[in-house]
């Protein structure tokens, strides 16, 4: 509780002393037509970034699931040609994230930034913040976030055992939704018009619902990077990401000799709230069983999943890869450049909307944040029995 008001009081003194922050990057799109869903629409972004302007041409349409009924719509952008700005790295695919539940702006970029330094290897889309304006009219603060594409996640195209997939329905229990009828895996690479890789998580879903436990023993780490897997469990953990159990995801091989990975994706769902904004501190169960996935890795006595999530999470924590020290460090560092747009934000798109559970500002979120942290960490070195002497 200490460190907790030493972090808001420091947050508060940084905050009212700092008015001259830098700018961010501005993007106006400029097009004849209206941005629709669904639909990608020709368009020119007039860039405005660290003191440079250009114009790039382009598509733009909005994008999203359960957030597209908000009134402030996250976009799908795919520049003509590939470009580095806002200091990220040279793509032409991008998405910018209304982030419109998350007040405090934080979820998808601190859940990216931990799980890529929980591990080297591991994938998280790169993602800074920008201000959209869409027509003429102000759209607010965005999370600019890279599309997960073939190159990102280090596939071999030449390979024809690479693969990547869009959250695959393959680890519900029962039987799994389908977004896409003539793509039910949303197969990214290769292309499905190319060639129809299904069977591969057909065989992979049959795998884990019908094999004897010796026979899951010894071939799940034909199929699965078990390190990889352990490190986005502890993730969903620590983070109550439940929509991140059986989805929200991306599903990988980067060629015929590796195994199977996944790269995080969409992790506003998380850290004290849920994906619709309604408060969870840990008031409703993460649903992990609702995984035969996990439910097999913990069951099987000869993996020893459970030492190893123990082993995992005590590395994690003596190297202060998780802890409230790196947490509220991570909060500070990513908030306090863009707390003015925030509060910019906020009269564009007010807190007291019905769209909200509370009308929490930004300030408020930010402590809950930090409180939830607090508590996961509590929670966790008390399961995964951890001691830092």
Sequence with gaps: MKFCLFSFISFIVFTSCNTNLSPIPIVYIDSEQDVIVNQKILTDFQIHDNGQVFTVKGTVKYRGGFSIGFNKKSYAVEFNNKIAWAGLPKEDDWVFNASY???????????????RSMNSQNIAPKSTYIRVVENGIDKGLFVLMQKLTPKIVGLNKNDDKALLFKEPPIFYINEFPVQDINNRFQQKHPKLKIEDKSEVMYQFRDFLLQVDEETFYSEIENWLDINNIIEWYLLVLFAN?????????????????????????????????????????????????KSILFTRLRDNPQLQFNEKLIKRWNSLRKENVISHFTINQMINQNVFPILPYIKENEKLWPYNSSDYFDDNDVYKELALFRRFTQLRIKDLDKLFCYSAE
Excluded: C, Q
């Excluded at 539940?101 to 799980?115: A, P, Q, S």
């Design 241 to 289: 990401a439940g929509d991140n159990i059986n989805k929200n995801f991306y599903f990988y091989k980067t060629d015929s000799t590796t195994p199977f990975r996944v790269a995080l994706w969409d992790f506003d769902h998380s850290f004290g709230r849920d994906g619709d904004n309604e408060l969870n501190m840990m008031d409703m169960p993460l649903g992990l069983h």
């Design 101 to 115: 539940i998350d007040k405090t702006f934080l979820r998808h970029k601190i859940g990216f930034d931990l799980f």
